[in-house]
Every structure is written in C-alpha cells, then in structure tokens.
C-alpha cells in the first residue's frame, strides 16, 4: 500500500502542534502529496478541494455506515439506526428526510429573537469590565440555549445536556478518541416523556406527531428509541460545532482589526464576514469515510476497507480554487467551502449555525467594537474531530 510521494511531510489528526498550526503542513499536503497515506494510524487523506468534491459526492465507493471518522470507524461499532450522519442511503435518505421535515428554515428563523436575547444576556454583564471570554462566557452558551430551545430542555438541565455531550468529544493530548459505543442519549429520555403528555411548539413535539412510511410501507409514529437517537445527533453535531465557530469569530477578528472594524462601520457586511471565518477556521476538520472498494488517486490504488480523511481546512485554503488563499478576506465575491460538508451529509443545521454566529457578532460588536486577545491564557481543545478555542479570554477596549 504505497504512494507514489517522494515528500516527507507528515499529518494526523491527533498531533497537538499541528493542531495548533496545520495550514502550513495542509499547502504541503496539497503540494507534494495530493493523496496522504499515515502508516501510523493507517488512513489516507485528501487535501485539495477538486478531490473533496470526488469523495463527498461518490458515496457509494466513499461511505458513512461504519462512521464519519477515523476513530468511529477503527472502532468498528455498531449505529444505532436513526444516526443517520453515520448512514448511508437508503436509510440515510429516509431518516434525514424525516428531520429535515421538522428542521424547517422556519423554524430557524423564528428562534432569532430569543437568540438575541441570549446573546444579550451573556454580553451585558461585561460592558465596562475590560474582559470577557468568548468561549466560556458565549461560545459555550449560544448554541447550547439555541439546541435545547429546538428540543424543549427547560432552562435548569441545559448546562447538564451540554456537557455530557461535549466531554465525549474531548481527547487526551495527543490521543485518539475512544469510542466503545454509539448509543442514544437516556439523557433526553424524560425530556421526550414530558412532552409526550405535554406537546409544546418545539422540535421535540413535531417528532412525537410525525407521520411516515417506514422502511417496511408502514404508516407510523417514530418510537421512544428512534426520537433519543435524533436528538442524541442534533445535541452533538450542534453544540460544539458552533461554539468553536463563536471563538473563531473571536480570534480572526482580533488578528484582522481593519476588517473588524468595516464590520462595526457596515453591520451589513457581517453575514460575508461570517461565511468567511467559516472558510478560513473551520470548526471541524477531520471528517472521513470507509472506502468500499478500490477507487485510483493520482496513479495510486486506495484499496477497499481503507479510511480516507477529507481535510476541510486543507480544500477550504486550496489555492487552486481560491484566489489568495491564505488570505482572511470579508469581501470574497463567493465562498464555496467545505466547512458544512458537501453532497448527501451536508449539514443539516447550516442555516442555524449561520444564524447563530451572525446574532452572536452584531451583539458582540454593538458592544464591544474593539478586543485584543490574552494569548497568554487562550487554549485549543483537546479533540480530534473539531478544532477551535476552549478557553479565549479578551481585553475589550
Ligand atoms: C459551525 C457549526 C457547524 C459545523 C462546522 C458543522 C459541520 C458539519 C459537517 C461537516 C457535516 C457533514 C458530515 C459528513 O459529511 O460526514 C455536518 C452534518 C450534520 N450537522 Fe452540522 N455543523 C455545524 C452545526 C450544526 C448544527 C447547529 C446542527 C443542528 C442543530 C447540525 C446538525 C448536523 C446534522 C444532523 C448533520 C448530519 C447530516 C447528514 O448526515 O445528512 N450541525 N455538520
């Protein structure tokens, strides 16, 4: 299993100083070894954006049903039915329909005065402070208020739900994640019960009322089992996922003050900005696929039952598809990026994370219009399947 590379550069996703840096070790990816094989870990990896587009659209060679990352995959467990970011069609087609159903724009957009408020909440108490952490005091509380307000989690547990869900994620420096099972969240169990007997205007309820075909033509109601997995799957692919975003916003920001303060001038350049930092500091960028029979990258064999990892923040700074890559830049003409995915998986909360990272900044800059951040005290996550700030502590001005 050899691949025609003469370059030694070196990537995997559990390094801790190439987490903390991977750009440069991505352009030579990009470079020298357009398709990466890591005999440690055993999994090749595509980092150019044309090949992003290959793997994520061919999801019968490239597939999610043994798990959409390395770890998931090595483990080689069983998915509870209903994951359907770890399926494959057909049942990912019927399962995802099913929650698109709920998952209306909407409903999206009707959560935006009460994110707002939130925002509001977080902000307030540090006008005048001189410091503020924009993952601990609003990243870490955004999206997890914005999930539970979907699902219906009353106010007192939310911090509860969101731990359990985030500590799963967390990784020794340097380490692998460890996976034994994939099941549905009990947390949510009683959640589903109350609402059962007191249907509200939430997510929670359309799902106990949706009608559907199952698999065998019959007209049902979804089961106890079958909603705890849809909620397990929104209350993770959600929460951390937009929180790093909310300390990525943050951090570019603060390192592109002239641009910043475009943003406070025009507020109507806020939505581009956020696209932008999408692209430029994805929250999650070790995504993969099983590879179902032998398919050729330039010249070489990737044999079936090999993992391959498509590198968003490697395709989302590939200098063949953007101009100036490298470069931060809020007025892009069109950001096509991987940074949601592409194809079949592309991720169903897009619209809500948008959303989320749009509030969160216009509050943030009608308040503090001007931050630099204390590096001394700022700390990446510990995780292989996102990338972003676990701590990021400013001094507002
Ligand atoms: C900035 C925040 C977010 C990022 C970067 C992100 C990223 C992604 C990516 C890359 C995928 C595709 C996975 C694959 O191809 O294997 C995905 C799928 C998914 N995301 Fe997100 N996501 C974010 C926020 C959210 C939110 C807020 C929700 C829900 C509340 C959500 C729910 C989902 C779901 C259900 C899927 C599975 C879609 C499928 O397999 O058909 N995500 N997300």
């Known amino acids: 299993m050899s691949v025609t590379s003469t370059s030694d550069v070196y990537y995997d996703p559990y390094d801790v100083d190439i987490d903390a840096d991977p750009y440069p070790v991505y352009m030579r990816l990009r470079a020298e070894a357009p398709l990466y094989y890591n005999e440690k870990y055993d999994f090749f990896a595509v980092s150019r954006a044309d090949d992003l587009d290959r793997v994520l659209t061919d999801h019968e060679t490239f597939i999610s049903g043994r798990g959409a990352f390395l770890d998931f995959i090595?483990?080689?467990?069983?998915?509870?039915?209903?994951?359907?970011?770890?399926?494959?069609p057909p049942s990912h087609t019927r399962h995802r329909k099913l929650v698109s159903r709920v998952f209306t724009p909407r409903r999206m957009a009707e959560l935006e005065p009460q994110i707002r408020a939130y925002c509001a909440r977080s902000l307030d108490p540090f006008v005048g402070?001189?410091?503020?952490d924009f993952v601990a005091d609003l990243g870490a509380q955004v999206p997890m208020r914005t999930i539970s307000l979907l699902l219906g989690i009353p106010d007192s547990d939310q911090e509860a739900v969101r731990d359990q869900t985030t500590g799963s994620m967390r990784t020794e420096p340097g380490q692998p994640m460890e996976i034994k099972t994939?099941?549905?969240?009990?947390?949510?169990?009683?959640?589903?019960?109350?609402?059962?007997?007191?249907p509200s205007d939430d997510l929670m309820t359309d799902m106990l009322r949706a009608e559907f075909e199952d698999e065998t033509g019959m007209v049902?109601?979804?089961?106890?089992?079958?909603i705890l997995t849809y909620c397990g799957l929104i209350g993770s692919a959600g929460n951390e996922t937009a929180s790093r975003l909310i300390g990525w916003i943050g951090k570019v920001l603060a390192d592109h003050p002239d641009q910043r303060r475009e943003l406070v001038e025009d507020p109507s350049l806020i939505p581009a900005a956020i696209e932008e930092?999408?692209?430029?500091?994805?929250?999650?960028?070790?995504?993969?696929?099983y590879v179902s029979r032998d398919v050729e990258f330039y010249g070489t064999t990737v044999p079936e039952g090999s993992v391959m990892i498509h590198l968003i923040g490697a395709a989302n700074r590939d200098e063949r598809r953007f101009v100036d890559s490298e470069r931060f830049d809020i007025h892009r003409a069109s950001v096509k990026h991987f940074?949601?995915?592409?194809?079949i998986?592309?991720?169903l909360g897009a619209a809500l994370a948008r959303l989320e990272g749009r509030i969160a900044l216009e509050e943030i800059?009608?308040?503090?219009?001007d931050w630099e951040i204390d590096v001394d005290n700022a700390r990446l996550t510990s995780a292989s399947v996102v990338r972003g700030w676990e701590t990021l502590p400013a001094f507002l001005s």
């Open 339 to 343: 940074t949601f995915g592409y194809g």
């Open 129 to 132: 402070s001189g410091r503020f």
């Open 345 to 347: 998986h592309f991720c």
């Open 74 to 88: 090595r483990a080689d467990i069983t998915m509870p039915p209903g994951m359907f970011i770890f399926e494959d």
């Open 277 to 289: 930092v999408l692209r430029f500091e994805p929250p999650g960028h070790n995504f993969a696929r």
């Open 365 to 369: 800059l009608k308040r503090f219009p």
């Open 182 to 198: 994939v099941g549905s969240p009990e947390m949510y169990a009683e959640y589903i019960d109350w609402r059962a007997e007191h």
């Open 220 to 226: 049902r109601r979804l089961t106890r089992e079958e």
